[in-house]
C-alpha cells in the first residue's frame, strides 16, 4: 500500500503550482490589454497628425497662390479634419507672416491637434515682387 500512497501523491498538480500559472496568465493578459491601449492611443494620434498635415499643406497652398502684397498674419481659426472653418472643429489654424528681406516673404501656417505635444508647423518662403 505504500506504493499507491506515494502515487497518489506524485499525480497531478498541487494547489500551488495551479496558483503560479493563473497568476502568470492574468500578467500576461494584463500586459496584453495594456499594449492593445497604447495602440489604440498611438493609432489615433498618428491620424490627428495625418489630418494637421493635410490641413496645413492645403492652406499653405491657398496662401501660395494669393497677391504676396495682400498677405498678413491670421489668428487661430478653429476648422474641421477638411480645413473647412467650423466653430467646433477640434484643430486650430494660425498664419504668421514675415518680411525677411524687402522681397521675400516668410509664411508660417501652424496647426494645432488634440492630444498634440507641439504644434505642426510648415514653412513657405514667397516671393515679393518690388515695385517699379
Not at 5 to 20: D, K, P, Q, W
Not at 42 to 61: F, H, K, P, W
Request: glycine letters at 6%; hydrophobic letters at 40%; aromatic letters at 4%.
Amino acid at each position: 500500500m505504500a506504493v499507491n500512497s506515494r502515487r497518489s501523491r506524485e499525480a497531478g498538480f498541487t494547489l500551488v503550482s495551479v496558483m503560479i500559472a493563473v497568476c502568470l496568465l492574468s500578467l500576461g493578459l494584463m500586459a496584453l490589454a495594456k499594449a492593445q491601449g497604447v495602440l489604440a492611443r498611438s493609432e489615433t494620434d498618428t491620424a490627428n497628425r495625418s489630418s494637421a498635415l493635410a490641413i496645413a499643406q492645403g492652406y499653405t497652398e491657398v496662401v501660395r497662390s494669393r497677391d504676396p502684397a495682400t498677405l498678413v498674419s491670421e489668428t487661430a481659426t478653429l476648422v474641421d479634419a477638411n480645413g473647412t472653418v467650423n466653430l467646433g472643429g477640434k484643430y486650430s489654424r494660425s498664419t504668421t507672416v514675415s518680411s525677411d528681406a524687402p522681397n521675400l516673404l516668410r509664411v508660417i501656417v501652424t496647426v494645432t491637434y488634440p492630444r498634440a505635444q507641439s504644434p505642426l508647423q510648415i514653412v513657405t518662403l514667397i516671393y515679393k515682387p518690388t515695385a517699379s
